[in-house]
């Protein structure tokens, strides 16, 4: 034991002081330097390292470009939960030198429980250890096509649960104890950093695993899964029902006259709608006048904006109440196949429905478990009973809706969670739904839990909005220094400085240059 200590610690000095060699590298990053990790429910089937160079080239997120070859241990751990008839492969890697003490869970998108390697190299630049898994799955992000269903067309439970939360659980066990191994020293904190699917993880995590991260910064996440997904498909039953598919170049100019007429609500003439709450433009006053950019010239017609108002009124029952949100005014409602009124056209007057390929895909996979079911044979009442069987057989798996923070509160746990009020895919509102859930259960959840929205934002990244330039780091600084977060810092794609607020507070304009983020205060309204 005491031999033990003194080895990892003598690696430890190699590993993480010294100026690292090919050949020290290859004696630290090896299965032999690494204790294989132990699993709860788990059996470990291989541990296989590389000493890895890594040509990250930047942030797709921030859009900072800022290149520079990494060098880590890159750790895979093959496992499986006997029984389940599943294979994981979970990925940590570990800098060979300036190692910051820090482990962060590095969140998926879509179905894929993990992203690709350029989060992880986020990670690495910044000296964090890293851990990722596939959840036993391929990293295919739209469509579970190759996991979901058996040849006889069965859910496979196994897998969906490794997805929706137990390998994201081992994943923290396995990235502290290799973190662990490797340096000689556990990390001093745990971090996971997600967004979309990865923000529902963050979230899942404070749920049900309130001790495996300290920080957490969760954003636009996909909670309400069940929920949220059926409503997905919504803009494109409007679509099938009125017989109408408007071409993008029509909805984008329906898009563009919604924020004209609702911008300046908030006091500033930015593109960007920070209010849409306060907007109440009707786009059937839009019928009959040209949607410029159209090639030949072609008017909205009152099927099109027809299309719009519901796709932002959300997914109704055949009795018209409530069922689910929709989207604000002023997202994109067809932006490549990743939005929800997306047409496909041989020309602006003849398009057909293209439905977003992960709604259509948990309708027909997990719902009807019929991969070749036509959605388009939907009539109306089909989408109620559709809701009401997704809800009943997968909310209590994924849904990720659980107001109850308090274990993750008494851990002393912080989270951060910020959502772009133009989403295009995830309805913010179903996050601020949630947050009032919270805040109803704990009226004192600022003290560990804040919530931005992000005006003119779209899904994670893009928008003409001021998107959050480090969130995690407001999180290391609440976690580390105790330091809440008053506001997060943002920017535009060209370079105009923003604040966000914790929620229900909005950025107000106070006078001076409308690109400085010092002219904005958090207040109650506009
Ligand atoms: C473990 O994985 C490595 C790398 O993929 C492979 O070469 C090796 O054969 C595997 N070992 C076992 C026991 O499966
Ligand atoms: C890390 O190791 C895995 C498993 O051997 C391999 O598939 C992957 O390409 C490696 N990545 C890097 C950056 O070395
Ligand atoms: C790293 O990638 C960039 C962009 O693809 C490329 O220009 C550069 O040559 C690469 N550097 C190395 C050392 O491979
Ligand atoms: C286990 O999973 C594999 C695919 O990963 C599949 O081919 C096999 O049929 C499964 N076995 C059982 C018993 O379900
Ligand atoms: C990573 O460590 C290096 C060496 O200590 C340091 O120069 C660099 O600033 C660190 N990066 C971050 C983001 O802290
Ligand atoms: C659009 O409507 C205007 C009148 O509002 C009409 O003059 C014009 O011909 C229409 N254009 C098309 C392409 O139908
Ligand atoms: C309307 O339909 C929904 C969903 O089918 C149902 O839950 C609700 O009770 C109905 N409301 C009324 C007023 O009939
Ligand atoms: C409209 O598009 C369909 C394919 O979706 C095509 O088969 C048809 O020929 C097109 N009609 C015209 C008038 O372009």
Redesign the pocket.
């Known amino acids: 034991m005491f031999l033990k200590t003194l080895t990892s610690l003598v690696l430890a000095a190699t590993a993480s002081a010294l100026a690292t060699t090919p050949a020290v590298e290859a004696r630290v990053c090896s299965p032999r330097h690494i204790a294989p990790p132990s699993i709860p429910d788990g059996l470990v089937l291989n541990l296989s390292t590389v000493p890895a160079s890594y ?1 990250y ?1 930047g942030s797709e997120t921030t859009g900072t470009v800022d ?1 520079s ?1 990494l060098h880590f241990c890159n750790v895979t751990v093959t496992y499986t939960h006997p029984g389940k008839n599943d294979t994981i492969h979970t990925t940590v890697w570990l800098p060979f030198a300036n190692w910051n003490g820090r482990l962060q869970g590095s969140g998926g998108g879509g179905y894929a429980t993990r992203s690709d390697d350029t989060k992880l190299g986020d990670a690495v630049v910044k000296n964090y250890s890293v851990v990722a898994t596939d959840g036993g799955h391929a990293v295919v992000s739209q469509t579970s096509t190759t996991w979901s269903l058996d040849a006889d067309n069965n859910v496979n439970m196994a897998l969906l649960e490794d997805f929706a939360y137990i390998a994201l659980a081992d994943a923290a066990t396995i990235g502290k104890q290799i973190s662990h191994s490797f340096y000689g020293r556990p990390p001093r904190h745990a971090y996971w950093n997600g967004c979309s699917t990865g923000g529902r993880q963050g979230l899942i995590l404070a749920q049900r695993f309130p001790t495996a991260y300290n920080g957490i910064m969760a954003a636009a996440p996909a909670i309400n899964w069940p929920s949220f997904l059926v409503a997905e498909y919504w803009p494109q039953f409007v679509m099938n029902q009125l017989q109408t598919y408007p071409a993008t170049c029509v909805t984008d100019a329906i898009t563009a006259a919604t924020i004209e007429a609702c911008d300046a609500l908030d006091g500033v003439s930015d593109g960007v709608i920070s209010s849409p709450d306060l907007c109440d433009f009707d786009p059937r006053t839009l019928v009959g006048t040209p949607a410029h950019n159209c090639t030949p010239a072609q008017n909205i017609t009152r099927k099109d904006a027809e299309v719009v108002r519901r796709t932002w009124e959300g997914l109704r029952a055949a009795n018209g109440s409530f069922l689910w949100y929709g989207l604000n005014p002023g997202a994109p409602l067809s932006r490549g196949a990743s939005s929800l009124a997306h047409t496909t056209c041989t020309s602006s007057t003849n398009c057909t429905g293209t439905p977003f390929p992960i709604s259509a895909d948990w309708i027909k996979q997990f719902v009807l478990q019929d991969p070749s079911f036509d959605l388009t044979s939907f009539v109306p009442g089909d989408l109620d009973r559709i809701l009401a069987s997704s809800k009943a057989r997968y909310n209590h798996i994924i849904g990720t809706d659980n107001p109850d923070l308090s274990a993750f509160k008494r851990a002393g746990g912080k989270m951060i969670t910020w959502h772009g009020l133009a989403d295009q895919l995830i309805f913010p509102k179903g996050t601020e739904q949630y947050y009032r859930r919270v805040e109803a259960r704990d009226p004192t959840l600022r003290d560990f839990y804040r919530f931005f929205e992000a005006p003119g934002v779209y899904h994670c990244h893009d928008g003409p909005g001021a998107f959050p330039t480090d969130p995690l780091s407001a999180v290391v600084d609440w976690v580390e220094n105790g330091m809440a977060p008053e506001s997060i810092d943002a920017k535009t794609a060209d370079g105009s400085e923003r604040v966000l607020c914790p929620y229900p507070l909005v950025a107000v304009y106070q006078g001076g240059d409308v690109r400085d983020k010092a002219s904005y205060e958090c207040a109650k309204g506009y």
Do not use: W
């Open positions: 040509n080239t290149p070859i």
